[in-house]
């Protein structure tokens, strides 16, 4: 895929430090930062998740009928090897700037593999696990073709939309997963992204 690189200047090849991240407050304790651009070589990256994950495709019980996932998936667990050194490097990054507010590592690295516009994730929160009753984070890498992440209070009120384009961060916060649901809605016309979850210890 011949995506429009947005690279930026770092020593020695690794990602940029996290300084120029911008927080948006939401409600009831919860936010959203997104940072431009953070992840170098970002064509590169995308190229080789797409050839190295081993991506399947899942299938999920939905009311009375089964039905296909609209996206492939894998997830990497802790001590695994994730398939690029500079993903290694984010996490490491992001661990080290949000210890002081979360108290503790990333540890796991969820990927999604949208195809094209038709693949997509319904309304959730991120609420198996710790996310259901404490406040915690789930860091996105977005690599490809941009989407739109759209997020809303759960007890109704104005959302929020945040692109996401190629190489860049957005880190949901606080109460996010509690008190917010999040999407990635189908589109009538789309290129192939990956997205990568960073997500603390027990929270899915």
Not at 10 to 23: C, H, K, M, P, Q
Not at 146 to 152: A, E, M
Not at 167 to 177: A, I, N, R
Request: proline share 6%; glycine share 8%.
């Amino acid at each position: 895929m011949d995506f429009q690189s947005s690279l930026f200047q770092a020593a020695s090849a690794g990602v940029a430090d996290l300084s120029g991240i911008e927080r948006r407050a939401l409600t009831r304790g919860a936010w959203v930062d997104v940072l431009r651009a953070w992840v170098p070589e970002a064509d590169d990256v995308f190229a080789r998740l797409v050839a190295d994950v081993p991506w399947r495709a899942e299938r999920r019980q939905m009311y009375d009928r089964v039905v296909d996932v609209p996206r492939l998936v894998h997830t990497y667990m802790i001590g695994d090897p994730l398939p690029h050194p500079v993903l290694e490097e984010a996490r490491d990054a992001l661990s080290a700037h949000y210890l002081p507010e979360l108290g503790e590592p990333f540890r796991t690295a969820g990927c999604c593999y949208y195809r094209d516009g038709r693949d997509s994730v319904a309304w959730h929160g991120d609420t198996i696990g710790r996310g259901r009753s404490h406040d915690t984070m789930v860091a996105i890498v977005s690599l490809g073709d941009p989407r739109k992440l759209h997020l809303r209070p759960r007890n109704g009120g104005d959302g929020v939309v945040v692109e996401m384009a190629h190489g860049d961060l957005v880190v949901m916060g606080g109460s996010c997963q509690r008190t917010w649901e999040h999407a990635v809605p189908k589109v009538a016309h789309a290129g192939p992204r990956i997205s990568v979850q960073f997500r603390p210890l027990n929270v899915f």
